[in-house]
């Protein structure tokens, strides 16, 4: 935990298969140790050995996501901070990318928002969030989540209170496949992309996680409230 917290700022003392933590130890292995898992591994080799990937749109959506989740923090993250020359600050890196994910998914959503200067802080600034009355900010976990679906083709657009529109809605984990949304219990609502079941662990991609990085995480299924049936 101590490394974590000097390392990245949050700690929770996990160290999983897949994730910051172990991608960060990896430095200080004894080499002739074995090789730790790659942060982000393809889809296919999510895949538990005797489950067959994932195939057409459930495919493209695990290439999608995956793709935002590459290198140790993801394409977003308050962890990373670069100086914008031209906005004269430093700011969240690839903050653009979050926009983009703005910009096409959220229902209703046009570039009139970002000429508020606390709706573009909340994608540019490393620890602000986009406000949204009665919560800590809009659900950008969910967002990234329905992004990611729609860059297959699929239709689907979030919607705030309600998900991403358009998909069936299944209560509890029977049934869950890879590309579907899967929605945490707990005292915040969670949402995240299933890449890989194996028995009771979730392999998953979320695009809100430690620091508001885009993270490969491990899961439970008695961690699932509801899931989207993507296809």
């Known amino acids: 935990m101590a490394f974590q917290h000097k390392q990245f700022g949050p700690k929770d003392g996990r160290v999983d298969p897949v994730g910051q933590p172990i991608t960060r130890l990896a430095p200080y292995a004894d080499p002739t140790a074995p090789a730790p898992a790659p942060a982000v591994p393809p889809p296919t080799g999510l895949q538990p050995a005797t489950a067959a990937p994932p195939i057409g749109v459930r495919a493209q959506i695990l290439t999608v996501a995956l793709s935002q989740a590459a290198g140790p923090y993801g394409m977003v993250s308050d962890l990373d901070t670069v100086y914008d020359a031209a906005l004269k600050k430093i700011v969240r890196r690839g903050w653009r ?40 900010g809009l659900s950008r ?29 299944v209560a509890g984990s029977v049934g869950i496949q890879p590309g579907d949304i899967v929605v945490e219990k707990g005292d915040t609502v969670h949402h995240c992309v299933v890449a890989s079941i194996d028995g009771d662990q979730i392999v998953s991609v979320n695009g809100n996680s430690d620091a508001q990085s885009i993270l490969v995480k491990l899961k439970t299924r008695d961690g699932v409230w509801h899931y989207y049936r993507t296809v």
């Open 97 to 136: 990318s979050l926009q983009g994910y703005f910009d096409e998914a959220v229902s209703g959503w046009s570039a009139q928002h970002w000429k508020d200067p606390s709706i573009l802080a909340g994608v540019q600034v490393p620890g602000k969030r986009i406000p949204q009355p009665g919560s800590s």
């Open 141 to 169: 976990c969910g967002i990234f989540a329905t992004w990611c679906v729609r860059r297959t083709g699929v239709w689907t657009k979030w919607a705030a209170g309600m998900g991403p529109t358009g998909q069936f809605k």
